[in-house]
């Protein structure tokens, strides 16, 4: 959503669910692992200006539609070819080489928190429509099926140690960044009932929410460098 933002569309689906009912959104701020920087060497450097603009932006636009949002900051669609496959170019790079460099940002969780992480949180604080955030949706479609029965489902994969490391960093690094963050882990899926007795599905790997007290009082609040 956010690598093509669209502020006209975005009120009018703030605006539609309002009349709905609804009180809250997903927010995706990174459709496929578009609006990363990545060097040459394919090593992560950054957030686009843009992604980081649109952010604040969408999250102001909520709070003025009394919207809460839970910000997405990976899903398995990073690990996916999608529509064109392997060859197809989107902004420079082939699907193959875009799925090739975000396999090997779950795989360096230090870099992602330092890189990734600190910007977020210096872009939005704990803005007031911001309720938490969804470090990894879809997890299970992510893990090598080695690992996890009917995972991998993904055009490249993951050990099942590998993204938990990737989630505890990540989340650890997060209560650091904004203090007063809460951290809680959510290991259920509609699959659940056709896994073996005693195993359990990784749909929604990770997820944190701030605190209540501390989230409405300290809007906009520095946000703290992790020690990592």
Not at 26 to 46: C, M, P, T, W, Y
Not at 143 to 170: C, G, H, Y
């Amino acid at each position: 959503m956010l690598i093509a933002y669209n502020r006209t569309r975005l009120r009018q689906v703030l605006s539609y669910s309002v009349r709905l009912g609804a009180n809250s959104l997903r927010l995706n701020a990174f459709v496929k692992g578009l609006g990363l920087q990545f060097d040459e060497g394919s090593r992560l450097i950054g957030v686009q200006p843009t992604v980081l603009n649109a952010l604040r932006d969408a999250a102001d636009l909520a709070l003025e539609h009394g919207i809460l949002l839970q910000v997405v900051l990976s899903t398995a669609h990073f690990l996916r070819f999608g529509w064109g496959g392997a060859a197809k170019v989107v902004r420079g790079s082939t699907n193959q080489q875009r799925v090739q460099r975000n396999q090997q940002l779950f795989l360096d969780p230090v870099r992602f928190a330092q890189v990734v992480l600190v910007q977020i949180a210096a872009a939005l604080g704990k803005h007031p429509a911001v309720v938490g955030f969804l470090l990894v949706n879809e997890g299970y479609a992510m893990v090598r099926k080695e690992d996890k029965p009917l995972s991998d489902v993904t055009d490249a994969s993951l050990p099942l140690q590998s993204l938990q490391a990737f989630i505890n960093t990540a989340a650890s690094a997060l209560k650091q960044i904004l203090p007063g963050t809460l951290r809680e882990c959510k290991l259920i899926s509609k699959r659940q009932t056709k896994d073996p007795p005693g195993s359990t599905t990784l749909a929604w790997l990770m997820m944190t929410c701030f605190e209540p007290t501390s989230h409405t009082s300290l809007s906009h609040s520095r946000p703290q460098s992790p020690k990592l």
